[in-house]
Structures are given as structure tokens and as C-alpha cells.
């Protein structure tokens, strides 16, 4: 019966993640060319969460929230609800390229609370691992581009609005320039994160089964994704630039470095 | 070879001096021919523009040419000569190249930098090759002139900041947004600055364009301008959000546009920003909009502001300018004065191989007859001679081709040898 649930919970984490996909096409692209689908998939999805929600309330005989992953499958249909009713309600789309890769990462974790057999081939497990560390320093990479030409940004609108423009017109770009930019820079650098995260995450519930949510900095890694996930939202929805748009990118990109500095270890695992 | 220089230009003449002075384009032929006329002038050019008048030629080097030019000036203008002295500039020689350097590299302008004057002088130098007026001496130092303008020009930032008003709006909107292709621009008040600034904007690549005025046909008639839209003039704060450029130019008596609309245009627009150019007296904005994040308000003063800043940055510029002019000039002296000692080294060369001749004819017949090897023999041994004789000379010539105190040399040269 628990099986069961947690086979609902994945088949509804691979529509989600049609809506994962739409939001990252909208970040870099800036059109959202995958909505009617992401919309489709993630209604069909939220029916199939229910269901696993419902199987596992039977077999424990109350609301199943006993456990983290129990938790965080919860939440992530509650916040599915709540953006469906958002959508029919208020035709607020834009919401989605928040929403979609939060209700898929929590609907992910949820789903690894079974663990499954470990590795058939040692080989596959560590090209796993350094596909997810080369996602993770593009996007890194890519986050510190967004961080620089934000401050960047910053100092040539100061400039322009003090009126004084001579000193720093030629070594700057024009403001038009940064902004494309920020928002390519920063849609790689949510796009190669995500995708990073997804690898860390799929790689850490085969190699360690559930123990892995557990460690501290397991959380400062989501914590980093799920910053640079409201940066992305901010920058499509609100339309954030300036000073509020540097401050965040540089915070994003500080807690990319404390990451990176949790995970200096990783090196070891390669090698049993 | 003398080179001569002598005009008017906007520090030494008064407009009503220099319209009076100016060549019509038409009449410059005939100028050039009249000009061509006078004792020892060889070459010649005029260049007219509405800031500068000045004749320039070359005349040979024993000609008396002491106030020719003025008086060629006033007497084809019909002006009393009396009169334009005060305002005339001469230059001779060096300090000649040096003024047309810096005359064609624009460093001499009424706005430093500015890219026209070369245009025009270029076309004065086709003007005297239509009439052949320039040969040689001239023609050179116009063509290195070119070259010279053009080093400056790119060697320097000397033209690459706006100094007028409505094209430094131009800049300042490239600045923010990139490019300007594309993008929306509304003209609220059809005055005649904001048509400046609307010419210059659609030139850069602005396309979408609405234009708003009280008086319904003045608006029309800008439109037509510049195939813009027209929209009702109370209703054009409903469009403000669509629009990435405004241009406010409205004799309202206050403000159009204040900052608690702008924050809900900002917003409505998602934080994509707005630049606003009010140029408006009085103000068609509320100066505290540009504290609003992503909107840039520049009023006229600002503008005025950025030119100023723009026009010193040109004066600065200058003076890099003024060093390669100084560096250029120095070469085409080297080069002029090389040349000029190219006739002494002929003939010297000619001087010594006739002597050569002569001696050997002389004593031909005491050496009675000789085989070709002999003849051969002998040729070689002379011509040895000679050049080893003649590569003194002709080294220190060449030597003191460029130097200000190599004429004496040259001379003795010439002396020593009985060159003419």
C-alpha cells in the first residue's frame, strides 16, 4: 500500500516537472512557450498527488504528516492547490515560473522516502555525481555573472541619475546591455542549479537512501536554490532591477559560495 | 617653394565680415583662375565655409607676395582692404602646414571635433583640382592634411560625445536602453526642441512614435514628420506605461506628470525603464520623479549640464590632437625639405659626370688604342671615383635636408661645387 502511494507521488513529480521545464524556458527565453502544457501536466499531476495523499491516509488511518517526507509531499499539494485556484482565479501565469520547480523539488523529496537499491554499476554513480557537480559550478559561474553585471547595473543607473555622466559612460555598458544580460545569466544560472539540485538529490536518495535530507548542508543547498528560484520570480514577475536586484543576486551568490564551502568534501565520495 | 595662408575665421571676423567674404560655391572657379593669375602663384585652394574664410597658395621662392592674398581677398569680395586687416590671420611656412592640420583635423572649430570641416575642406581641394590649381608642394600637404584629421580623429575622442542639447538626450538614451531600434517614444507638446529631439531619436532607430499637443494641428503636422500617431492630448497619461521614451515640451504653467503617476506607470510597466526629457520652461515634470527607481528625468539644465561636461571633454581631447598635428607637421617638413635638396644632388651628380667625361676625352688620345677591357677598366675606375667623391656631399645634403640650420650647408655645397 505505501508503495503504492510513493508510485503516485513519482508518476505526479514527472508531470510536475513539465512544469519545471516551462519555468525555465520562461526565464531564458523570456516567453513562456510551455504553459498550456505545464498547465495540462500539472493539473493531472495534483490529481495523482491526491490520490498518493489519500492511499497513505487510508493505510495510517489519519492525514499522512508524520515523517519530513510526508510533510514536504503535503505542502507541496497544498501549494499546487493553491496556485491552481490562484490560476482560475486571478490569471496570475506568471506565478507558475515560482511555483512549478517549488512544488516539484518538495514533490521530489517526498518521494524519496522509500529507499531504492543502490548502484548496479559504480561507473554510472560517479559520472552521476560529476554531472551534478558541473551543473552546479555552471551555475555557479553563471550566478556570478548575474551578481557582477547587477552591481554593474547599479553603479551606471547611479550614475545616470546623478546626472553626471561623463566618467563612467565609455567603461560601462548601457543599461539595456546589463539587463539582457541579468536576465540571460541569471536563467542559466537557475536553470544549471535546478537541474544541479535535481542530480544532488536523485544521486544522494540512491548512494545514502533517506539519511542524506537530514545534514545541514543538504538545507543550506535548498536554501541556495530556493533564493535564486525567488530571484528568477522576482525578475519575471515584478520586474526587479536596481539596487533590490543587486542585493539579492550578491546575497544568492554569497550563499552559492557557503555551499560550495559545505560541499569542499565531495571529492572523496568518488572513491569508495 | 613658400606656402601662404590668410583668411577670417569666427575668433578674428564678425558674421557680417565673413558672409561679406564668403565664396559662393559657384564663383569659386573663377576666384581660383583670378587667383592663378597673380606673379608667382603656382598653387592654390579657397576654402569657404559660414565659419571660416581663407585663401591658401603656394607661390615660387623669390616672389615679392607681401599682402598679396589680401589683397586678393578683399578686391574679389569687393571689400575695402583697410577694413578686413583687422580681422585677417597669415600664416607662412611651418606655422601654414601647422593651420591647415589643425584646421581639417577640426581642432580650429567654433565646436572642436566637430566632423564637417573636413568634409567641406575636402571639398575646396576638389574644387582646385577641377580648376588644376593644385600640382604638387600644395596638393601634398592638403593630402597629409586628410591623413592627419583622420589620425586625430581616431586616435583621440575628440567627436564621440554629443555637444548639442537634443542629440545629447540621444546619447543619454543609449546609454540606458542599448540600442534605440524599436523602441517607443512620445512627444507631449510639439515645440521646436522636442522636434530636434524626435529627429535625432528617429535617426537612431526609434520607430514607434505618438505625439500629443493642445493645438491638434500642430501635432498633425509633426506627425507627418515623422510618421508618427497621434493621440488626444488628455488622454496621453493612459499610454504613458506602453512607452519606453517621453519628450515634454508642453507650455502648461505646471506639472504634467507628477511622481505619485509615474510610480504607477513604473509599476504598470514592471520596472522597465522610462526616460523622460522635459524640456519644458517651466518644468512639464516633477523634478522628484527621477527619484522613482528605473525612471531618468532629465530637464533642460540637465542637459545643458551633460554638454558642457561633453565640450570640455573635447577640449581636453584637443590637446592630444595638438601633438600629433606637432608630430605631423615635423614629418611633412622632413619630407618637403628632402625634397627640396633632391634638384642639388642631381645636380651635383650631372656636374661630376660631365666632368668625368671631359677629363677622359682629354687624354683618349694619349692612350692610344685600348682593348673593351681596358675601356671597361678605365669607365669603372673613374665612376669609382666620382661616386666615391660625390658621397660626401650628397650624405651631408641629405643629412641637412630637414634641419632649420641646414640651409648654410647646402649652400656651401652649392658654392664648393659651382652648382647653379
Not at chain 1, 520562461?26 to 490520490?51: C, D, E, K, M, Y
Not at chain 2, 586687416?85 to 572649430?109: K, M, Q, T, W
Not at chain 2, 628632402?338 to 651635383?348: D, E, F, T
Request: charge should be positive.
Amino acid at each position: 500500500m505505501h508503495e503504492l502511494s510513493i508510485f503516485w507521488l513519482r508518476a505526479a513529480a514527472a508531470l510536475y516537472s513539465v512544469g519545471l521545464l516551462h519555468a525555465i524556458l520562461t526565464v531564458l527565453r523570456r516567453s513562456a512557450p510551455l504553459f498550456g502544457p505545464a498547465i495540462g501536466a500539472f493539473r493531472v499531476g495534483v490529481i495523482l498527488h491526491l490520490v498518493s495523499i489519500v492511499e497513505l491516509g487510508v493505510s495510517v488511518g489519519h492525514l499522512p504528516v508524520d515523517n519530513f517526507y510526508e510533510s514536504a509531499s503535503v505542502c507541496a499539494f497544498l501549494i499546487a492547490l493553491v496556485f491552481l485556484f490562484v490560476h482560475w482565479r486571478y490569471q496570475f501565469a506568471s506565478l507558475g515560473v515560482f511555483l512549478f520547480p517549488l512544488v516539484f523539488v518538495l514533490t521530489l523529496v517526498g518521494a524519496t522516502e522509500i529507499p531504492v537499491a543502490g548502484w548496479q554499476n559504480p561507473r554510472v554513480r560517479d559520472a552521476w555525481l560529476l554531472v551534478h557537480v558541473l551543473l552546479i559550478l555552471l551555475g555557479y559561474a553563471a550566478l556570478l555573472l548575474t551578481a557582477v553585471a547587477s552591481v554593474f547595473y547599479l553603479v551606471q543607473e547611479r550614475h545616470l541619475k546623478k546626472k553626471q555622466p561623463r566618467a563612467f559612460f565609455d567603461r560601462l555598458p548601457p543599461l539595456g546591455t546589463l539587463d539582457n544580460l541579468i536576465t540571460r545569466s541569471m536563467g542559466l544560472a537557475f536553470a544549471f542549479i535546478t537541474l544541479g539540485v535535481i542530480a544532488a538529490s536523485t544521486w544522494a536518495f540512491v548512494e545514502s537512501g533517506t539519511r542524506w535530507i537530514r545534514q545541514a548542508k543538504i538545507g543550506i543547498a535548498f536554501l541556495t536554490w530556493g533564493v535564486c528560484l525567488g530571484m528568477v520570480f522576482l525578475r519575471t514577475s515584478a520586474g526587479w532591477r536596481g539596487r533590490k536586484a543587486a542585493l539579492l543576486s550578491v546575497f544568492a551568490l554569497g550563499l552559492g559560495a557557503v555551499t560550495w564551502a559545505a560541499h569542499v568534501g565531495l571529492r572523496s565520495l568518488l572513491t569508495r | 617653394m613658400r606656402l601662404l595662408v590668410t583668411g577670417v575665421n569666427h575668433k578674428t571676423a564678425p558674421v557680417e565680415v565673413r558672409e561679406r567674404l564668403a565664396f559662393d560655391q559657384t564663383a569659386l572657379g573663377a576666384a581660383l583662375r583670378a587667383l592663378m593669375k597673380r606673379p608667382g602663384v603656382v598653387e592654390a585652394v579657397i576654402l569657404s565655409t559660414c565659419n571660416r574664410v581663407e585663401v591658401t597658395a603656394a607661390i615660387e621662392e623669390d616672389c615679392q607676395a607681401d599682402g598679396m592674398l589680401e589683397a586678393f581677398l578683399a578686391e574679389a569680395r569687393g571689400f575695402d582692404r583697410q577694413r578686413i586687416e583687422p580681422h585677417l590671420y597669415r600664416h607662412e611656412g611651418r606655422e601654414a602646414i601647422r593651420h591647415i592640420f589643425r584646421v581639417a583635423a577640426s581642432l580650429d572649430s567654433m565646436m572642436v571635433g566637430e566632423p564637417q570641416i573636413l568634409g567641406q575642406f575636402k571639398a575646396a581641394y576638389a574644387a582646385a583640382k577641377a580648376e588644376g590649381t593644385l600640382s604638387g608642394f600644395l596638393e601634398t600637404v592638403l593630402t597629409r592634411a586628410f591623413c592627419v584629421a583622420k589620425r586625430v580623429r581616431t586616435e583621440t575622442e575628440i567627436g564621440q560625445s554629443a555637444v548639442s542639447v537634443s542629440y545629447a538626450a540621444v546619447e543619454l538614451a543609449r546609454e540606458i536602453f542599448g540600442t534605440l531600434a524599436g523602441k517607443r517614444v512620445m512627444i507631449v507638446g510639439a515645440g521646436k526642441m522636442s522636434e530636434l529631439a524626435a529627429r535625432h531619436l528617429r535617426r537612431a532607430g526609434a520607430t514607434h512614435m505618438l505625439v500629443t499637443n493642445r493645438t491638434r494641428e500642430r501635432a498633425e503636422e509633426m506627425a507627418r514628420l515623422f510618421e508618427a500617431h497621434i493621440l488626444e492630448y488628455d488622454r496621453f497619461k493612459a499610454a504613458l506605461s506602453e512607452m519606453d521614451i517621453v519628450i515634454t515640451s508642453s507650455a502648461a504653467p505646471h506639472y504634467l506628470l507628477r511622481k505619485d503617476e509615474m510610480r504607477r506607470v513604473i509599476e504598470a510597466r514592471r520596472n522597465r525603464p522610462m526616460f523622460l526629457i522635459d524640456i519644458g520652461v517651466p518644468r512639464n515634470v516633477e523634478p522628484a520623479v527621477n527619484e522613482l527607481d528605473n525612471v531618468f528625468l532629465y530637464d533642460i539644465d540637465d542637459l545643458a549640464r551633460v554638454v558642457d561636461s561633453n565640450v570640455q571633454a573635447r577640449h581636453k581631447e584637443a590637446e592630444e590632437g595638438e601633438a600629433i598635428i606637432a608630430e605631423e607637421v615635423e614629418r611633412l617638413m622632413e619630407r618637403l625639405s628632402a625634397r627640396a635638396v633632391a634638384p642639388v644632388i642631381v645636380s651635383l651628380q650631372e656636374q661630376l659626370e660631365q666632368l668625368r667625361c671631359a677629363e677622359l676625352e682629354r687624354v683618349r688620345g694619349r692612350l692610344g688604342q685600348l682593348t673593351p677591357q681596358q675601356e671597361e677598366a678605365i669607365e669603372a675606375l673613374t665612376r669609382g671615383i666620382m661616386n666615391k667623391i660625390a658621397h660626401g656631399p650628397i650624405a651631408e645634403l641629405r643629412k641637412n635636408a630637414g634641419r632649420p640650420n641646414g640651409i648654410p650647408v647646402v649652400d656651401m655645397i652649392r658654392r664648393v661645387f659651382r652648382l647653379e
